[in-house]
T-cell receptor
Framework: SQQGEEDPQALSIQEGENATMNCSYK?????LQWYRQNSGRGLVHLIL?????REKHSGRLRVTLDTSKKSSSLLITASRAADTASYFC??????????FGEGTQLTVNP | GAVVSQHPSWVICKSGTSVKIECRSL??????MFWYRQFPKQSLMLMAT?????????EQGVEKDKFLINHASLTLSTLTVTSAHPEDSSFYIC????????????FGPGTRLTVL
């Protein structure tokens, strides 16, 4: 698959717990980006991590990138019900083209 | 931040008709725009890359005569779904790349197309 893989496909947790989503890819990348999408809505850009970076933080979000394993993870700490959404990783290769992963559907129960 | 709009946000049409979707970068010039399609509960699939003033580059399996793309200016790209059929019903999302660091893509809110 050109898209690579994300896991888990679905994740259900309680408010306050942490959520971890993983993304793998097959080809070399310029950077890797994480997006959030609420049902039937557009994409919200969360974090971009470059290929020479290993970790990045933004508020309650932490992204790691392991280029040797061709994988990335998104950690959401202290989750809230409002974090319920689909989360996608997107790999940027040449010419700004993005290849999206299958996505993880996160449900945070109040 | 950079804003990308799409019009219409949703459209319902009869089978056989053509539908035009607009993608505009509101506060920046977009040298490149991308068109994606997303079926329910699936990921985004890149359909084509649109560069201002040149022909669009279509991904493998996407019919260029079916999905006409015009990028006539640095702020507007249009996608026309010609002779639409029910299987074309989907969520169409555009994104635009401006002269920003890392060539970040800014996404539009999407257009829900339903073909009856």
């Amino acid at each position: 698959s050109q898209q690579g893989e994300e896991d888990p496909q679905a994740l259900s947790i309680q408010e306050g717990e942490n959520a971890t989503m993983n993304c793998s890819y097959k080809t070399s990348i310029n950077n890797l980006q994480w997006y959030r999408q609420n049902s039937g809505r557009g994409l919200v850009h969360l974090i971009l991590i470059r290929s020479n970076e290993r970790e990045k933080h933004s508020g309650r979000l932490r992204v790691t990138l392991d280029t040797s394993k061709k994988s990335s993870s998104l950690l959401i700490t202290a989750s809230r019900a409002a974090d319920t959404a689909s989360y996608f990783c997107a790999k940027e290769t040449s010419g700004s083209r993005l290849t999206f992963g299958e996505g993880t559907q996160l449900t945070v129960n109040p | 931040g950079a804003v990308v709009s799409q019009h219409p946000s949703w459209v319902i049409c009869k089978s056989g008709t053509s539908v035009k979707i607009e993608c505009r970068s509101l506060d920046f010039q977009a040298t490149t725009m991308f068109w994606y399609r997303q079926f329910p509960k699936q990921s985004l699939m890149l359909m084509a890359t649109s560069n201002e003033g040149s022909k669009a580059t279509y991904e493998q399996g996407v019919e260029k005569d079916k999905f006409l793309i015009n990028h006539a200016s640095l702020t507007l790209s249009t996608l026309t779904v010609t002779s639409a059929h029910p299987e074309d019903s989907s969520f169409y999302i555009c994104s635009a790349v401006g002269d920003y660091q890392y060539n970040e893509q800014f996404f539009g809110p999407g257009t829900r197309l339903t073909v009856l």
